[in-house]
């Protein structure tokens, strides 16, 4: 299968992480064809995650990346080290049986321990926290969400807890919210630092990070795939790993069809003064909301605050189309109205019309992960160890996920002006459910 992207190097967009993040490993550009047991197309947390947890258990690994480690949303993301998948455990149950269902929402709830833990493992040093994640209720009816989530999570041995009203407010630091709930098994990250660090982690453990290598074509070539990259050498793998999400390109036919890369803006202000520091999140806590339109934001170490949300399909043209974000900073909390926003930037997430993510196997020793709906950190971090752990052992690694046959998105081509719409008709409901 072809690609046909050229092969120009890929600069690190500009955002408060490429400004603040620790210094990048050396990964130069694959100069020579080579072999390995395992190839993997990507190098964010899912690839890399895959790639250390592989070589640990003794396979060679070549990680393939068009722009370096961290260049896709692994190193632009609001850092939010959340447990969970969009769906509940409860309707997990319900979608799996009680077994895979229950195993399912053990793998997602666990994720975090599974990220602080490689932290702490390789010493990645990302101002990595874990203070907890608020839910803060944009509805009154959303109440009744936050009850069931801490009834359910409570039932699977989770640190959670309903809020009140006013816990909420001194918590979170807005006057806007009906109260929530608290996940203390989250945390935050420098998402950046944290994909260099497991790319440094990866390459210490002997794993070979090749960036500026896009792959532009895979064949099948004797009972090995040749994984091609756009300006010549190519590696010799026995199995093929593509952790592509919202940056999958036409390398495995119809695969882009089957999420919808869609982008999540984010602003990052000037350091607060103390006074005002102080009033937001000050106990290190990061948050995302419950409107169907969601914002999710947090403090960083030096005190600045880094608001996230949905923005224009399109890439963005330049600060204009940031400037709903930077104007719900002083809705959210109005003790920063005048504020000014330093950093600019967004990325691209992969939606699945499950809201799950999808593992397929289209061809013997080719496997595919992808469609984190947004909350992939973590999730990333925990679903490529272990696909890292069933691609070397596979018997005794099953995964949490079924493997599913590709199902493009109907009318995926139209997808801009379909989802254009689904975010206007959400942008009603959210307002509509504060009348
Ligand atoms: C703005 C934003 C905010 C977010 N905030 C949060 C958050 O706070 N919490 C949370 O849990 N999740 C968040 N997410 C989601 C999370 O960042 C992603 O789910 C996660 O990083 C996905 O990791 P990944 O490794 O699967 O994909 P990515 O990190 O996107 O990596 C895919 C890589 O594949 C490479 N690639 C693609 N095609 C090729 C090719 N042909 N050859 C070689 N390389 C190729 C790309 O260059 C890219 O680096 C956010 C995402 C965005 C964009």
């Known amino acids: 299968m072809t690609n046909d992207n050229s092969s120009s190097p890929l600069p690190l967009p500009p ?62 993301n609001g850092g939010q080290v959340i447990p969970g998948l969009k769906w509940d455990p409860d309707e997990l149950v319900s979608m799996f049986g009680t077994e895979a269902g229950e195993h399912l929402a053990q793998v997602a709830g666990g994720a975090p ?4 833990d490689l932290i702490a493992r390789h010493a990645i040093d990302c101002e990595a926290t874990r203070c907890g994640w608020i839910q803060p209720c944009f509805a009154d009816a959303d109440r009744s969400l936050a009850e069931r989530r801490v009834a359910q999570w409570q039932r699977h041995g989770a640190d959670v807890s309903l809020l009140d009203p006013d816990t909420v407010r001194t918590l979170v630091g807005s ?103 102080s009033t937001v999140l000050s106990q290190g806590q990061v948050a995302s909301d419950t409107r169907k339109l969601l914002l999710y934001y947090r403090a960083n170490h030096d005190g600045r605050l880094i608001m996230g949300g949905r923005g224009p399909f ?54 595919l992960l992808l469609g984190y709906n947004g909350r992939g950190v973590a999730l990333a971090t925990a679903l490529g160890t272990l696909m890292g752990a069933s691609l070397a052992q596979p018997d005794t690694n099953p995964l949490p996920l079924p493997i599913t046959g590709l199902r ?3 009318l995926h081509s139209m997808h801009r002006l379909y989802a254009t719409a689904i975010l206007q008709m959400y ?9």
Not at 238 to 267: C, H, K, M
């Open 15 to 76: 955002s408060l992480w490429a400004a603040t993040a620790r210094p990048a490993p050396a990964t130069p550009r694959l100069d020579a064809s080579c072999k390995a047991d395992v190839a993997i197309v990507g190098a964010g947390y899912s690839g890399l995650a895959a790639a250390l947890r592989l070589r640990e258990a003794g396979a060679s690994v070549v990680v393939l990346e068009a722009g370096e480690p961290g260049w896709g949303a692994s190193g632009r």
């Open 113 to 116: 321990a599974t990220l602080f």
């Open 175 to 277: 006057p806007i919210y009906r109260g929530g709930w608290i996940d203390r098994r989250a945390g935050s990250v420098q998402p950046l630092s944290y994909a260099r660090g497991l790319a440094r982690a990866a390459q210490a453990a002997g794993v070979v990070v090749c960036g500026d290598s896009r792959v532009s074509a895979l064949a099948r070539d004797g009972g090995r795939w040749s994984v091609t990259t756009a300006h010549g050498p190519s590696v010799s793998a026995e199995q093929v790993l593509l952790a592509t999400n919202g940056y999958t390109d036409g390398l495995w036919p119809q695969l882009r069809q089957t999420v919808i890369a869609a982008n999540s803006f984010q602003v990052a202000t000037e350091r607060l003064p103390d006074a005002l520091k």
């Open 314 to 367: 399109r890439e963005p043209a330049g600060p204009a189309d940031f400037g709903h974000l930077e104007s719900v900073i002083a809705l959210v909390f109005p003790q920063l109205k005048g504020v000014r926003c330093e950093y600019r930037w967004s990325g691209r997430v992969a939606l699945t019309r499950d809201h799950l993510p999808h593992v397929h196997r289209p061809a013997p020793g080719l496997t």
């Open 408 to 410: 493009a998105i109907p």
């Open 427 to 435: 942008r009603l409901f959210d307002y509509l459910a504060v009348r």
